[in-house]
């Protein structure tokens, strides 16, 4: 990491631990079945402000000491800076958030880079089936290949018209509205692609490997 980029807080084990015991104990499972078209997912409450999660380490990374790392299994492994990254071509999009702790927030404006032109630039090899997000905060999280292509899934730089602040995720901060938030990586340092699964800080952690929120795939049925 550049020694331009600061660490800020402490890890949440606390708030860690009982996520994980949220899990083990099955919380927040209502097993209703969603209905074709249904908003708001099972088990959700909808919220008017934007709670902050994450392990409670908050990397301040200036977007001049920003890199972006895109490699694995592509044809063109690349490194972007800020100003190279911003030149991609740019989307606006409306999405809705779905977090697993039971709050739902509509209407979110984001502004970035869709995944799809993402990889196009980097032109993921055929045998390319899931995407590993590695985090500024060490934080990882992972989607299958698949889904990271949809065609509402971006890289945002820009929320409701303004930079995403620090504890959002800025600089940039994946958003992939059809999964649970956890897979939505904020301050994302590298995507790899891999031809094999790595799941990641919650996935190991008792949280369903695939997070559908209509489904509510909130927790690994193994556990
Ligand atoms: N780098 C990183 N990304 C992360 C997390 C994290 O701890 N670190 N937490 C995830 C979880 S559990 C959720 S619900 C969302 C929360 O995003 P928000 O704080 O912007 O609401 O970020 C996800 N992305
Ligand atoms: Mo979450």
Redesign the pocket.
């Known amino acids: 990491m550049s020694d331009d980029v600061t660490l800020f807080g402490k890890l949440k084990t606390k708030l860690i631990g009982s996520k994980e015991k949220w899990a083990e104990d099955g919380r927040l499972l209502t097993g209703e079945t969603a209905t074709p078209g249904q908003r708001l997912p099972p088990g959700q409450r909808q919220v008017e402000t ?6 409670g380490i908050q990397p301040d990374i200036p977007t001049h000491a920003w890199r972006l790392f895109v490699d694995g299994a592509v044809e063109q492994p690349t490194t972007f800076k800020w100003a190279e990254f911003t030149d991609l071509p740019k989307i606006r999009l409306m999405t809705d ?1 779905h ?3 039971a709050w739902s927030r509509y209407d979110n404006a984001w502004e970035g880079v869709m995944a799809r032109d993402l990889m196009a630039a980097v032109k993921p090899r055929a045998e390319a089936q899931h995407v590993i997000f590695h ?3 060490t ?1 990882t ?1 992972s989607v299958p290949l698949a889904d990271f292509s949809g065609d509402d899934v971006l890289l945002a730089w820009s929320w409701n018209g303004e930079p995403i602040s620090r ?3 800025g600089p940039l901060r994946v958003v992939i509205p059809r999964l649970y ?2 897979k ?4 994302i340092k590298r995507i790899e692609l891999s031809v094999f699964d790595k799941p990641g ?2 996935e190991v952690r008792g949280y369903h490997n695939y997070g559908d929120p209509w489904r509510e795939q909130r927790y690994d049925e193994e556990t």
């Open positions: 934007w709670p902050v999660l994450d392990l958030i977090c697993v702790t985090a500024y905060d934080y999280t504890e959002h995720g938030f956890w939505s990586a904020k301050w800080f919650w």
